[in-house]
């Protein structure tokens, strides 16, 4: 069951499939404290990094959806990740049985735009090819990933928790 993981260019960046050469990158931007703060609030190790990226490409096959990475077009780099998943959280039939959306910038990528850029970009192909509800869940902290999802279309469904604490659940019914 091959697919292929479309790309998407933006302005400024291009939503890609991941690349086996850049593991180390994306082990990189997951080890720092600074991206894992609102995530789970401990950084990855390289084993549980090595699980996430063979889950993302895996996602794409099982679904025909997952998460791209995200290239700076400045610096040809991986940034980060965008794009939507089933997580199988445990956090309701009302939110677990919808595909979830999730973004995630390394810190030198944040507060200029290109989180909401790449979001936008990959919620945009959701709507044309998949449809449907989506989900996403954030630290209720998190006020830039707040932000974005509300420019997204997001709303609050409730809040709940997690292994880390207190997670805010959203849902966004459809395009804004």
Same mark, same amino acid.
């Not at 600074?34 to 996602?59: C, M, Q």
């Not at 945009?124 to 509800?133: E, I, M, Q």
């Given at each position: 069951?091959? %697919?292929?993981?479309?790309?998407? #260019?933006? =302005? @400024?960046?291009?939503?890609?499939?991941?690349?086996?050469?850049?593991? *180390?990158? !994306?082990?990189?931007?997951?080890?720092?404290?600074?991206?894992?703060?609102?995530?789970?609030?401990?950084? %990855? #190790?390289?084993?549980?990094?090595?699980?996430? !990226?063979?889950?993302?490409?895996?996602?794409?096959?099982?679904?025909? !959806?997952?998460?791209?990475?995200?290239?700076?077009?400045?610096?040809? +780099?991986?940034?980060?990740?965008?794009?939507?998943?089933?997580?199988? @959280?445990?956090?309701?039939?009302? !939110? *677990?049985?919808?595909?979830?959306?999730?973004?995630?910038?390394?810190?030198? =990528?944040?507060?200029?735009?290109?989180?909401?850029?790449?979001?936008?970009?990959?919620?945009?192909?959701?709507? +044309?090819?998949?449809?449907?509800?989506?989900?996403?869940?954030?630290?209720?902290? #998190?006020?830039?990933?707040?932000?974005? =999802?509300? @420019?997204?279309?997001?709303? *609050?469904? @409730?809040? =709940?928790? *997690?292994?880390?604490?207190?997670?805010?659940?959203?849902?966004?019914?459809?395009?804004?």
């Amino acid at each position: 069951m091959g %697919r292929l993981v479309p790309t998407i #260019n933006t =302005a @400024r960046v291009t939503l890609r499939a991941m690349r086996p050469g850049e593991f *180390d990158r !994306f082990a990189e931007i997951w080890a720092m404290p600074e991206v894992a703060v609102y995530i789970g609030g401990t950084p %990855r #190790n390289r084993s549980d990094s090595w699980k996430a !990226f063979l889950t993302n490409a895996g996602h794409w096959q099982m679904t025909g !959806f997952g998460q791209w990475g995200i290239e700076e077009h400045v610096t040809k +780099r991986l940034v980060g990740q965008v794009g939507f998943f089933h997580g199988a @959280r445990g956090l309701g039939e009302d !939110f *677990d049985s919808v595909p979830e959306a999730g973004w995630v910038l390394a810190p030198e =990528a944040q507060g200029v735009g290109l989180g909401l850029e790449a979001a936008q970009a990959a919620h945009d192909w959701f709507d +044309r090819v998949v449809t449907g509800p989506l989900v996403c869940m954030m630290d209720p902290d #998190n006020e830039a990933s707040a932000r974005i =999802a509300e @420019r997204l279309g997001y709303v *609050d469904m @409730r809040l =709940a928790e *997690d292994d880390a604490g207190p997670i805010q659940l959203k849902l966004r019914k459809s395009p804004p």
